[in-house]
């Protein structure tokens, strides 16, 4: 299980964390900048609070039990591994409108685009099982046996 929570922390909690704080740092910066009683003040302040809590729920989740977090993991990669599906259609579309203008460096651009997403896919699948077997031990992989 321990493995399963490390890469969760590598792959996923770490650049969510790195973002959060990115994103908190622009916002007070942000909100240092504009003058009082103006709305975009009240705008920063507000993404100031969002960003904060947003770094609070990553640390927690960072230092939270490897149960939950194998929980927490198969849910967010199920979710990318279906989010890199939709994006492989989107550049499938992409890569086909630039074929038929016949600019290649977008088709090459696209392709290869596609290629990327497809292997995040497969690694989020992949980690989708291994977080399954963990989270239910009794279950099996097959959709036949109706045990899931």
């Known amino acids: 299980m321990r493995k399963i929570a490390l890469d969760f922390d590598l792959t996923v909690l770490l650049p969510l964390a790195l973002f959060a704080l990115i994103a908190l740092w622009n916002s007070i910066r942000a909100y240092r900048e504009f003058p009082p009683h103006r709305k975009e003040k009240w705008n920063a302040q507000r993404l100031v609070w969002l960003s904060s809590g947003v770094m609070v729920a990553i640390c927690v989740l960072l230092f939270a039990p490897d149960d939950w977090k194998s929980v927490v993991a ?6 990318l591994w279906f989010s890199s599906g939709v994006l492989f259609l989107i550049s499938v579309a992409a890569a086909w409108h630039y ?5 290649w460096f977008k088709l090459g651009i696209c392709v290869l685009v596609g290629l990327i997403i497809m292997a995040g896919a497969e690694h989020f699948f992949h980690q989708k099982i291994n977080a399954n077997r963990i989270n239910c031990p009794h279950c099996s992989d097959d959709d036949e046996s109706g045990n899931n």
Do not use: S
């Open 99 to 103: 074929a038929k203008r016949f600019e």
């Open 74 to 79: 198969y849910l967010t990669w199920d979710a």
